[in-house]
């Protein structure tokens, strides 16, 4: 099973860095697979530490992956890569061993901390397209352009029955970094 977080790192000057990231749940262990080049990557092997936050906020999950980096983070309790403030619920995890691959290495995590924050109020279907159209778009580079096209239509039509300003919002800025890609390419 693959969670979706926001998970944050830091680097051996204890700069945070905020990334979106599924993490992979394996018996006790979750395992983070950052793709190379990554900071994510980066900071795992100076630091080997991170901080999963788990967040129902669209605009966060839209945010990252459309370059707007700077998030609220506030202190975790036992280690001192910090936590997203807006989590709902958050893991702090230590890397207990790696396994080297030319794309994906794999962290293996031990979880040493778990706090829950506010609650979960419920499934929102357009909360759920903007994570999907999120993932979709950190794959343009990857991915045939009608793909992209065709699920980003089908994902509109939760957000324009279910969505909420938030929503809204985040949702644009997903179909703007779509958009100048292509753009780009022309």
């Not at 370059?67 to 207990?96: I, M, N």
Request: charged share 25%; glycine share 4%.
């Amino acid at each position: 099973m693959i969670r979706e977080a926001i998970v944050t790192t830091i680097d051996t000057s204890g700069t945070p860095h905020i990334a979106p990231l599924g993490l992979i749940e394996e018996g006790e262990h979750w395992i983070l697979a950052p793709f190379r080049p990554s900071t994510t990557l980066d900071n795992l092997a100076m630091v080997p530490l991170a901080v999963a936050s788990f967040t129902d906020d669209p605009l966060i999950f839209a945010g990252l992956v459309t370059g707007r980096k700077d998030w609220p983070l506030v202190p975790a309790t036992l280690v001192q890569v910090p936590r997203l403030e807006a989590a709902l619920a958050h893991a702090e995890l230590s890397v207990a061993r790696v396994e080297d691959h030319a794309e994906r290495p794999r962290f293996q995590c031990r979880v040493l901390h778990r706090a829950q924050h506010a609650p979960f109020e419920g499934f929102n279907r357009a909360r759920n397209a903007v994570l999907e159209g999120a993932i979709l778009v950190t794959r343009l580079h990857i991915l045939p352009r009608d793909k992209i096209e065709r699920e980003m239509d089908y994902l509109s039509v939760a957000i324009e029955k279910t969505a909420g300003p938030r929503e809204r919002e985040a949702w644009s800025w997903l179909v703007q970094k779509r958009d100048a890609f292509y753009m780009a390419r022309c």
